[in-house]
């Protein structure tokens, strides 16, 4: 009872501290570090997977995160905790949307949130740098030159997620170990 | 009826059918699922206006939580009350839900197996390169001036101090709506309103 109370908050707070897609990568890395729910490398899986599966990343990890730590009806608490927000304070404001349609103070406060979002993501991935080591804490050179590759298709070649994801796999299993 | 059978359906079932349809479908989250939204409810069905759908999601983005899942709630809200509200944040999750679980049962049978930790090494490879592409995709809308270059690396240097992503992630908000009310007020008045110290993050 006690972790579906924790998956439930912890996943509540999730829902509060993202602002669209990925921002939710470094909560969801420190949270579930901190719990013991996941290690490093199974939030990397995590994100992997969501990324190649249909719906939101949230709900993806909530159930992933849910299930590992409490079967079905842990990801059931953790699920209903990241839509808390939702289903509150967004339904206030469809209610109130008429007063809310373009006030200046909603756009200034995302102002300051949109640079913390890449600033808090691009230290993440520098939490997740002992995913290019080996067991023994080695440089693995497989994982960097994949990791390498991975970039140059993303960012200069537009490939699409799940098609670098496969073929990163295939890489893996030639130069993974 | 000549109609019987083409469009019976109550307008909550027929909605939250179609948030199954777009959660079950829609891959890459964000903006296609918003593209889905405008084809079912307002070019096929003209539930709502262009503008109105549009003003929805401008807000359902600014506020905290699954950005996707805030838009589902408000334009619930909007063509069937509360209840209907629930019912398309539920219908979206629920797609995703399932087939997570399922994944989640096959990757802890398997992920022990020496082929497959192979593999992983090179899936887990990619999360980094994925989040790098996403910052270099909103740089420049998250990034628009000096401030918000202050802000991120102040955001970043805090979160490798170790400070928890909900204060940093707060404070940054304030600090603009700080920055920005500031600005706005001298414009206002005559005068310039350019210099400004760097943000205190």
Redesign the interface.
């Given at each position: 009872m006690k972790t579906l109370l924790d998956l439930y908050l912890v996943f509540f707070k999730i829902g509060v501290c993202s602002f669209g897609g990925l921002s939710m990568i470094p909560v969801i890395n420190e949270e579930m570090v901190r719990h013991g729910w996941m290690t490093l490398e199974e939030v990397a899986d995590i994100i992997a997977f969501a990324e190649m599966t249909p719906g939101p990343l949230g709900i993806n990890a909530a159930t992933f995160a849910g299930m590992r730590a409490a079967g079905i009806s842990g990801a059931v608490a953790a699920n209903l905790g990241v839509m808390s927000l939702a289903l509150t304070l967004c339904l206030a404001a469809a209610i109130f949307l008429a007063r809310l349609r373009g006030n200046p103070y909603l756009e200034r406060f995302t102002y300051g949130i949109r640079p913390v979002c890449i600033g808090v993501m691009l230290a993440t991935c520098i939490t997740m740098l002992p995913n290019y080591q080996n067991a023994a804490g080695a440089v693995a050179p497989g994982a960097v030159l994949i990791g390498a590759a991975a970039l140059f298709l993303l960012v200069k070649r537009k490939w699409s997620i799940p098609k670098v994801m496969l073929v990163a796999a295939a890489l893996g299993l030639v130069l993974g170990g | 009826m000549v109609e019987e059978g083409k469009r019976t359906l109550p307008k909550w079932a027929d909605m939250s059918l179609v948030m199954l349809k777009i959660?079950?479908?829609?891959?890459?989250?964000?903006w296609s699922?918003v593209a889905q939204m405008q084809k079912e409810f307002v070019e096929k069905r003209g539930w709502l206006g262009e503008e109105e759908l549009l003003?929805?999601v401008a807000?359902?983005?600014?506020?905290?939580?699954?950005?996707?899942?805030?838009t589902?709630?408000?334009l619930g809200?909007?063509i069937g009350g509360?209840g209907c509200?629930?019912l398309c944040?539920f219908g979206?999750?629920f797609?995703?839900?399932v087939?997570?679980?399922a994944?989640?049962?096959c990757?802890?049978a398997v992920r022990d197996n020496?082929?497959v930790?192979?593999?992983?090494?090179?899936?887990?490879?990619?999360?980094?390169?994925?989040?790098?592409?996403?910052?270099?995709g909103?740089?420049k809308?998250?990034?628009?001036d000096r401030v918000?270059?202050g802000?991120?690396?102040?955001?970043?240097?805090?979160?490798?101090a170790g400070i928890?992503?909900?204060y940093?992630?707060f404070?940054?908000?304030?600090?603009?709506?700080a920055?920005?009310?500031l600005l706005?007020s001298r414009q206002a008045q005559p005068g310039q309103g350019e210099e400004k110290g760097g943000?205190e993050g």
């Open positions: - | 959660g079950l479908f829609t891959f890459g989250g964000g699922i003003d929805i807000i359902g983005r600014s506020f905290p939580g699954i950005m996707v899942v805030n589902a709630v408000m809200y909007r509360v509200a629930f944040a979206m999750a797609p995703a839900f087939v997570m679980a994944v989640t049962t990757y802890t020496p082929w930790a192979r593999a992983m090494v090179g899936v887990r490879a990619v999360v980094v390169p994925i989040i790098l592409s996403a910052c270099l909103m740089r809308s998250a990034v628009r918000g270059l802000i991120a690396v102040l955001a970043f240097l805090g979160l490798l928890s992503n909900l940093i992630i404070l940054g908000g304030f600090v603009g709506l920055v920005q009310t706005a943000g």
